[in-house]
Nanobody, 119 residues
């Protein structure tokens, strides 16, 4: 099990940037695939970006490609989401999630951090 805590959310104008961070507990962080998800009011939760335990496999949702960058620092047990060129439609609660490499379900979730992009 790993415990996760997000930070870095806030209010930003359209076109601005934010960097989300997710700190993980435990000594086996490097064995976890990590993902960032978001959920806007009235919408289903969706995956935004994911990075494999090795860091070699990275996925981005089409809606954020070219604007968001996911990265991980296993020495610091953290995963980041750099968000540039933010749009009002990026407004949501952003969640960090973890799953053991090779498994299908994200079993560990953070509490979420609010990102609000004003037009």
């Amino acid at each position: 099990q790993v415990q996760l805590g997000e930070s870095g959310g806030g209010l930003v104008q359209a076109g601005g940037s934010l960097r989300l961070s997710c700190a993980a507990s435990g000594r086996t962080f490097s064995t976890y695939d990590m993902g960032w998800f978001r959920q806007a009011p009235g919408k289903e939760r969706e995956v935004v970006a994911a990075i494999s335990s090795s860091g070699r496999i990275i996925y981005y949702a089409d809606s954020v490609k070219g604007r968001f960058t996911i990265s991980r620092d296993d020495a610091e047990n953290t995963v980041h989401l750099q968000m540039n060129s933010l749009k009002p439609e990026d407004t949501a609660v952003y969640y960090c999630a973890a799953k053991l490499g090779g498994t299908r379900q994200y079993a560990n979730w953070g509490q979420g951090t609010q990102v609000t992009v004003s037009s």
